[in-house]
C-alpha cells in the first residue's frame, strides 16, 4: 500500500484548506485510514480517522466542528478539509492506514502504511 498526501501550504489564520491522501496498492474496503500531525518539536498526534466502507469516523477533540474527514472511493482517496484554521494547527500532515478499524486508531504504532507528509503553516 503506498499513500501520497499533497493539498499543504501557507494559509491565514480562519482560512481553509484541503489536503488530500492518494491511496494505490490495497483493496481498502475495511481499512482504516488516518491523519496525523507533528509540530515541530513535538510528537506525532492524532487529528481524524475512518474506517474506508464509512461506519466509523473518529476525531482529535481540538478539531472537532473544524475539520472533516472524508474519503472517495472511486479516487480511492481520503481527504480533510480544514476551516478555521489557527496557528497551533501549523504542522507536518501524514497520512496513514492499516488494514482494520481499531479501537486504538489514534496511536501511531496501530498503523502499517505511511505517506510523505505535507506541510501546513498557518500565519499571517
Known amino acids: 500500500v503506498q499513500l501520497q498526501a499533497s493539498g499543504g501550504g501557507l494559509v491565514q489564520p480562519g482560512g481553509s484548506l484541503r489536503l488530500s491522501c492518494a491511496v494505490s496498492?490495497?483493496?481498502?474496503?475495511?481499512?482504516?485510514l488516518a491523519w496525523f500531525r507533528q509540530a515541530p518539536g513535538k510528537e506525532r498526534e492524532i487529528v481524524a480517522a475512518?474506517?474506508?466502507?464509512?461506519?466509523?469516523?473518529a476525531y482529535e477533540d481540538s478539531v472537532k466542528g473544524r475539520f472533516t474527514i472524508s474519503r472517495d472511493n472511486a479516487k480511492k482517496t481520503m481527504y480533510l478539509q480544514m476551516n478555521s484554521l489557527n496557528p497551533e494547527d501549523t504542522s507536518v500532515y501524514y497520512c496513514a492506514a492499516r488494514t482494520s478499524w481499531t479501537t486504538n486508531w489514534g496511536s501511531t504504532s496501530e498503523y502499517d502504511y505511511w505517506g510523505k507528509g505535507t506541510l501546513v503553516t498557518v500565519s499571517s
Open positions: 496498492g490495497g483493496t481498502l474496503s475495511n481499512y482504516a
Open positions: 475512518l474506517r474506508w466502507n464509512g461506519a466509523r469516523y
